[in-house]
């Protein structure tokens, strides 16, 4: 049996599928990702929770990055993964989609039952009063109080970064204007823990469903791979969709090497 062929049947043996997602779904909207096939850094690692908001220099490093990645993110639009996934969900094959993605493209995709893991980049909170904002309204800030900045161009980096080398000391940083506190991204840090209530109902999800399908994600990082370990724990299934190494090949009842998007296609198809 080929690989497309298995992986529709492991689809139709799990009618309700916890679908796991991760950067490799959005590479092809232009979005980086930050492992390569053997599941080491691409780059140097990501912002830390505790730097982030411990050291003012690095807040400037953030948001001088983040201005100029944003714009490209915020235009990304979803790719072949996405749109299969939405069309999978709709047929009544998907129960849910956890993503560890932050860009929002499963729902512009038309995905409904999604769940952002690590929360979504299109808003910002303030970690004072808990205050939310637009991430729109924090460009448009930052490009007013920073055209300078606001003109550099650099290579992107995942999740709305941007490779740009400092020094970054004159770079106004935005304060929450209800009482003046640190804004964040709504989105899990490295080193940062994902809400406690968002984890207890992806397992509840994960207890009702059939089957564990993982689509473009290395799960290096425990926040996604913890539910292989759990539905092998349940006695479910994992199918795993990536390009190259993941943390879970040992658990994985079936793996189908390939890009996303191809691969999802081609299920659609074998599905009808």
């Known amino acids: 049996m080929s690989s497309g062929a298995s992986l529709g049947a492991f689809v139709r043996s799990a009618p309700r599928l916890f679908v796991l997602t991760g950067a490799g779904c959005s590479t092809a909207s232009g979005i980086p990702d930050y492992r390569d096939e053997k599941g080491a850094w691409k780059h ?58 932050v860009d929002g493209l499963h729902q512009k995709a038309g995905s409904e039952s999604v769940v952002d893991l690590h929360g979504r980049l299109d808003t910002v909170r303030c970690l004072e009063c808990g205050a939310t904002t637009s991430r729109a309204a924090i460009q448009d800030e930052l490009v007013a109080r920073n055209p300078r900045w606001a003109r550099m161009n650099a290579v992107d980096a995942p999740d709305g970064d941007a490779l740009l080398e400092g020094p970054f000391d004159d770079v106004v940083v935005p304060a929450c204007h209800a009482c003046g506190g640190i804004l964040k991204p709504d989105v899990v840090f490295f080193g940062e823990n994902v809400p406690r209530a968002r984890v207890a109902g992806c ?47 040992d658990l994985a009842h079936l793996k189908v090497e390939g890009d996303c998007g191809d691969v999802l296609q081609d299920l659609i198809g074998r599905l009808g």
Request: proline share 4%; aromatic share 8%; glycine share 8%.
């Open 44 to 101: 140097k690692p990501p912002v830390q929770f505790q730097d982030f908001v411990g050291s003012p220099a690095t807040r400037q490093r953030y948001w001088a990055r983040s201005l100029v990645g944003w714009a490209r993110v915020s235009a990304a639009r979803p790719a072949a993964a996405h749109v299969a996934l939405a069309a999978l969900e709709k047929s009544g094959a998907v129960s849910v989609l956890v993503t560890q993605n």
């Open 203 to 249: 397992y509840e999800a994960l207890a009702d469903a059939d089957g564990v399908l993982v689509v473009g994600s290395s799960l290096m990082v425990f926040s996604g791979y913890r539910f292989c370990l759990a539905a092998t724990e349940m006695g479910k299934k994992v199918a795993l969709v990536n390009r190259g190494k993941t943390r879970a090949d």
